[in-house]
């Protein structure tokens, strides 16, 4: 195997076992175990738990942002798009696509860590932005009514991410979350779902 092989196959591996357990709670000898490699060799990609935990968190943005890409891509409504990539992201069978899990993750676990606290601030912008502008594109095809805020919008979409994975972990909306979708959808657009 090759060292970019093996280091994707490391990062895979990790990824899954972040996802599973805990920041906290996951060693780098159990990763190393699970990857089939020793602790040294993972080491030779990935200089500490940290770095590795940081390229989870890239790694499980990029499918994400691979997966809404293809929704926006497959959706030719403008102003179903933002509904897209929502429904593009809770129905993924990608666990490593769960990227709000991890963020969850390292706010309850790792916030004692500055440098995962800037990553993640540095990350979450970048998601908003990223909502943001296909906003923007959606109220310039004519989606999305053009006096809502783009940024402010963003971020409830944002929150209502936070709020279905908490529902996915708690089972606590007994199906609200389809109705604030929808009302949400109604209030961009001005189109009911």
């Known amino acids: 195997m090759t060292a970019a092989a093996r280091r994707e196959a490391v990062l895979d591996t990790a990824c ?5 357990s ?3 709670g996951t060693t780098t000898k159990a990763i190393a175990a699970q990857a089939g490699i020793t602790e040294p060799i993972l080491y030779r990609h990935f200089p500490s738990k940290r770095d590795l935990y940081l390229a989870c968190l890239d790694a499980a943005w990029a499918r994400v942002r691979g997966l809404w890409d ?3 891509d497959a959706e030719p409504d403008p102003a179903a798009w933002v509904q897209a990539i ?3 992201y809770l129905s993924t069978k990608d666990k490593r696509a769960r990227l709000v899990d991890l963020w969850i993750q390292a706010l309850s676990e790792a916030s004692d860590d500055p440098e995962i606290r800037r990553y993640l601030r540095r990350q979450i912008r970048e998601v908003h932005e990223y909502v943001e ?3 923007k594109r959606s109220q310039e095809a004519g989606g999305i009514i053009r006096d809502r805020d ?3 919008e963003a971020w409830v979409f944002m929150s209502i991410g936070l709020l279905g994975t908490i529902d996915r972990r708690l089972s606590m909306l007994d199906g609200e979350l389809g109705r604030i979708v929808a009302a949400r959808r ?3 657009t001005g189109r009911p779902a």
């Open 150 to 152: 783009p940024s402010a």
């Open 133 to 135: 502008s296909l906003i």
């Open 86 to 88: 929502g429904l593009a």
């Open 186 to 188: 109604l209030w961009m």
């Open 16 to 20: 899954g076992v972040f996802a599973r």
């Open 70 to 72: 293809k929704a926006v």
């Open 22 to 24: 805990s920041y906290r």
